[in-house]
């Protein structure tokens, strides 16, 4: 099995910069998928990572650390438009994505 | 673009009553996954499929069976549906290209048993 913690809900300022924690433990790693998913809508693709470090996408970033079963995402310049769950997906030989349970973040103004 | 379809953005049905849940994509997935999403439970997996014909429990398949005889088409169904099956439904595939397994999802089905 698959153990995934992220934080439930986090809140930050537009404009602010935010880092989502996520910690795992799996067996078999492959590589950390994060996916966005408004409310009342299904999860979208934001980014996977395999090797160690961080990978730039436009505001949003994501971190692996394979030997500590560390990811963050961070999110620059916050828009309210971020205001979303933030699904961490570690990815484990050839079984299907398991996800955690999300984090909620709200923009405030 | 790929795109996953659901029969049903909304649906209410009656405990006892058999249910269909539909999902077709238009990319030629070999993988597709149905999951139900519930608040602080997160995104659990109840039956996947790599192949026509083949069908593999997940997480929680209690209550449930899946269908999929064509590659496009992967059916969810409860065979007596009961109020702790409301939830959210949500159908995924995707191709197995060995680096990248991102599963792409539909717009979900908002399932109400009363």
């Known amino acids: 099995g698959q153990n995934i913690d992220q934080p439930t809900e986090m809140t930050a300022t537009e404009g602010a910069i935010v880092q989502i924690n996520c910690t795992y433990q799996t067996s078999g790693f492959n590589g950390l998928f994060w996916y966005q998913q408004h409310a009342g809508e299904a999860p979208t693709f934001l980014s996977y990572n395999v090797l160690d470090g961080l990978e730039e996408k436009g505001r949003f970033s994501s971190f692996l650390s394979r030997s500590k079963g560390y990811s963050y995402l961070l999110l620059k310049e916050l828009q309210m438009k971020d205001s979303a769950s933030y699904l961490c997906?570690?990815?484990?030989?050839?079984?299907?994505?398991?996800f955690g349970k999300g984090t909620r973040l709200s923009v405030i103004a | 673009d790929v795109k996953v379809t659901q029969s049903s953005r909304y649906l209410v049905k009656r405990t006892g009553e058999k249910v269909f849940l539909e999902c077709v994509q238009d990319?030629?997935?070999?993988?597709m996954f149905w999951y139900r999403q519930d608040p602080g439970l997160g995104l659990r997996l109840i039956y996947f499929s790599y192949d026509v014909k083949m069908k593999e429990k997940g997480d929680i398949p209690e209550g449930y069976s899946v269908s999929r005889e064509k590659k496009e088409r992967f059916s969810l169904i409860l065979e007596s549906a009961s109020t702790n099956q409301t939830s959210m439904y949500l159908c995924?595939?995707?191709?197995?290209?060995?680096?990248?397994?991102?599963?792409?999802f539909g717009p979900g089905t908002r399932l109400t048993v009363l």
């Open positions: 990319m030629d997935h070999e993988n």
């Open positions: 995924a595939s995707s191709q197995s290209s060995g680096r990248l397994d991102e599963q792409f």
């Open positions: 997906a570690p990815h484990s030989g050839n079984t299907p994505l398991v």
